[in-house]
């Protein structure tokens, strides 16, 4: 590099001395989260350190702020917090790294499978019991292995590419609940999820419809093609759902929000031969009353969504690359990493849909 090079990589954060600091957040107690300075983590060998522009917000992550559920410990262990929905610019490769380079843009996979155990080679390493997290996006430097990295198109931003992640879990349902033309799918939830599901139904040929509470999340369902946006504190969901389908139901419902309210309402208008995919996780843990006569005389599926593969992974950002998913609309708010509990706060009272961290 000349001179102007390196001065220019310097101002971009493209080059990393030994001894750098920068800044991340820390979960010292449960919902008292502080950005503060700590030392620039280095890659292993197979690892790609990486100048994180932009994090996406995931609701689970608030579990964690809550201290509902420890993905990683707090205090000094915590830098980055769980941040996964992230993407930015390659600073440094470590030791046998191939294929991705100093300066790439990159949205890389959190999740890390063995290859080796039974659900890898069944193609569900989603399941992987052997599996790496690479999270820790809340900082302006993160660790990824560069084997899950894809480099992102010059079109694309970084604040899209964060989508790529949660666009990835919808197309494991796509699959999982067998969705396709003519399908008449009924999505409980109206936040982010909620609204990828919507149009990657559309996308299949599927007619949906959003159940929801948030006027302006519902109107931006009615604008991405949704069939019927309901609110349910305005009508019974599953009344209108039943008449919508000539009474017999939706044939195939997207739980898109956890609680046991949401999940009853799912066993309640779903059609004969219909699947049921919960997607969103409860927390707290609670239990729910289910009659198997429904199960078993309307051969109706529940079945589980949880995370994706690596192939899910390239087709989300496939996707989005090719204009096929709006991620756009999706985005609404953006802070910046020293006001990342403010970011949280939006997320938790639910204002707005896609919030991103920018470090």
Known sequence: MNKDEVKMSLELGLIVMAGDSMLAAFLLAPSKVVVRECNIPRPSRGEVLVRVRACGVCPTDLRYIQGLRLYLPMGEESRGLTGHEWAGDVVEVGEGVEGVSVGDRVVADHILSCGRCIFCKQGRSNLCINKRYYLR?????????????????????????????????????LEKLEMGPGSRIAIIGDGVIGLLHLQLARLVGAEAMVIGHHPDRLRVAERLGAVLAINSKDVDAVDVVRRETGGLGADKIVVATGGKSAIGDALRMVAPGGRIGIFAGTYPPTSIDLDPNMIHYGEVCVIG?????????ERALNLISRGFIDVKQLITHRFPLEKINEAFEVVKSRRGLKVIVSP
Not at 305 to 313: A, G, K, N, S, Y
């Open 137 to 173: 996006g809340y900082a302006q430097y993160a660790v990824a292995h560069a084997s899950t990295a894809l480099k992102i198109p010059p079109h694309v931003s970084f604040e899209e590419a964060c989508l790529t992640e949660p666009l990835s879990t919808c197309l494991n349902t």
């Open 305 to 313: 969504i949880m995370e994706h593969t690596p192939h899910h992974f």
